[in-house]
């Protein structure tokens, strides 16, 4: 497999600028992105297939009726790999550990036994990918829950919303309310009315990181207006609690971790806490790629493998030291003491999208003027995908 830093081209740039107004914040940009070890041996496209070549011959009989599409097996069904095989382009975030199912995927050999050779495409942050997706510059993505993939989805960009990846259930939260030691130990933040006043740090606004707070504070009683919002970068965190300049935080793992580590604050309450079953972030197809069943049907098949592989390791404890390795060489953490301390999101092995939850989230993005336009949510969900590989995986039993 390759890959690639992503410097988006001109092309996109008038697209993205409109994507981050909407809030989304960068990161700082992470390291190269390890080579990976290659997976079983299969024959090596030599190029990056245009939409109509990436559709490769496949006997009919291997695509089922609709019917069979949504009736799990009761058994794993066979795949018959693509011929040739396909060169697809795939947007990363070496700094997320909820990509653990795609990095999984690809380690391990699942997208290349479908006759798939990934080529990764690192993006510094989830929200940068959506004009390279709209554009079929890479095929597959991750779509941060914010106001801007609304937005995205309102013009018109023909991108699909087709797996799940993080969702915030009790006990699995990859972000978490800290409050600075002091604070704490004094007993001056205990309950969810004592953020009035307070100055509240989080990575972006018209975001999930905004929602989770506004939650909290619905909790509460308050409103956005009764706290001071700090915006910055997670990193940035640990150092405005040690000098007093924020009261509250709302990191991701592994910052959260690290920031309790070094005792500047304190565990307070996990994201699931304020916004229970939160879907944070999703998969994301370009227009041509769910033009492509035979394409589209195999890599979320080989997806939905690494995810259950997660959902073993990480819920299950069934071989974590493998699992976690995998972590250590496609992402910027590399500290195995962390991944033993932080906590974990959801990822439905199943790839079922808390619907319900977006609507939430849409429906508040609309309430604050952050909407430009329609959002035909229905037509935007398409889980004809997700719904094909269960169809030939089965049901995980959880």
Request: charge should be positive; glycine fraction near 6%; charged fraction near 20%.
């Amino acid at each position: 497999m390759v890959f690639h830093r992503v410097l988006l081209p001109v092309l996109v740039i008038a697209t993205s600028s409109w994507f981050l107004a909407c809030g989304a914040q960068a990161t700082p940009t992470p390291t190269r992105a390890p080579t990976a070890a290659p997976p079983p041996a299969a024959p090596k496209a030599t190029a990056v297939p245009s939409p109509a070549a990436t559709k490769a011959t496949v006997p009919a009989a291997s695509t089922p009726s609709a019917k069979q599409a949504t009736t799990p097996s009761a058994k794993p069904v066979a795949e018959r790999p693509l011929d040739p095989p396909v060169v697809l382009k795939s947007g990363g975030v070496p700094t997320s550990i909820t990509e653990s199912g795609v990095f999984a995927a690809m380690e391990r050999g699942y997208f290349k036994e479908l006759g798939i050779d990934i080529e990764l495409n690192i993006f510094d942050n989830a929200p940068k990918q959506v004009p390279a997706l709209a554009t079929n510059q890479i095929q597959v993505g991750t779509g941060a829950m914010n106001a801007g993939i609304y937005n995205s989805i309102a013009r018109g960009l023909g991108i699909r919303i087709v797996a799940p990846q993080s969702r915030y259930d009790p006990g699995f939260s990859a972000m978490h309310l800290l409050v600075r030691k002091d604070l704490a130990d004094n007993g001056v933040i205990k309950d969810w009315k004592d953020l009035k006043g307070k100055n509240v740090a989080l990575a972006s606004t018209a975001s999930a990181s905004e929602f989770i707070i506004y939650k909290a504070l619905e909790k509460g009683g308050l409103k956005l207006t009764d706290i001071n919002e700090v915006v910055m970068p997670f990193p940035d965190m640990m150092a405005a609690f040690a000098n007093k300049g924020i009261d509250v935080a709302l990191p991701n793992e592994p910052t959260a971790t690290i920031i309790v580590n070094n005792g500047v604050a304190v565990l307070w309450h996990q994201a699931s806490d304020a916004a229970p079953m939160l879907q944070n972030s999703v998969i994301v197809f370009s227009p041509q790629m769910t033009q492509n069943p035979e394409l589209a049907n195999r890599w979320m098949i080989g997806y939905l493998k690494g995810v259950r592989d997660y959902n073993d390791a990480i819920k299950k404890n069934k071989n974590r030291d493998a699992f976690i390795a995998i972590l250590q060489k496609y992402t910027t953490v590399k500290d195995k003491a962390l991944y033993d301390k932080m906590s974990w999101a959801s990822v439905d092995p199943n790839g079922k999208i808390n619907i319900d939850s977006m609507r939430e989230q849409l429906a508040w993005y609309t309430s604050i003027g952050k909407i430009e336009g329609k959002v035909d949510l229905d037509a935007a969900i398409d889980t004809r995908f997700t719904e094909y590989a269960v169809s030939r995986l089965g049901v995980y039993q959880e």
